[in-house]
């Protein structure tokens, strides 16, 4: 499992969004702890998963009519 790690800075070079928006905004609204980034033995530090944040980049959007969005990035269709 070969995985790339990278901390707010060295991926705002990828993406080319501030490590500050990156930690603020898109940390637990767009990236998911889990899924996205880890927090190695429980800690401060957070890492970000650079295939799995890629993959999200180049996901199509699509609009529902009617959705309510839901914690966790799920959505309620009703």
């Known amino acids: 499992m070969q995985q790339t790690l990278l901390n707010a800075r060295e991926l705002s070079q990828r993406i080319k969004f501030s490590p500050a928006y990156i930690n603020h905004a898109l940390k637990d609204t767009v990236f998911l702890e889990g899924v996205h980034y880890i927090r190695p033995f429980g800690g401060r530090k957070i ?3 650079w ?3 890629e993959q999200e980049l180049f996901k199509s959007v699509t609009r ?3 959705a309510i969005p839901m914690a966790r990035g799920g959505v309620c269709h009703g």
């Open 47 to 49: 890492f970000y998963i």
């Open 51 to 53: 295939e799995v944040v």
């Open 64 to 66: 529902l009519d009617i």
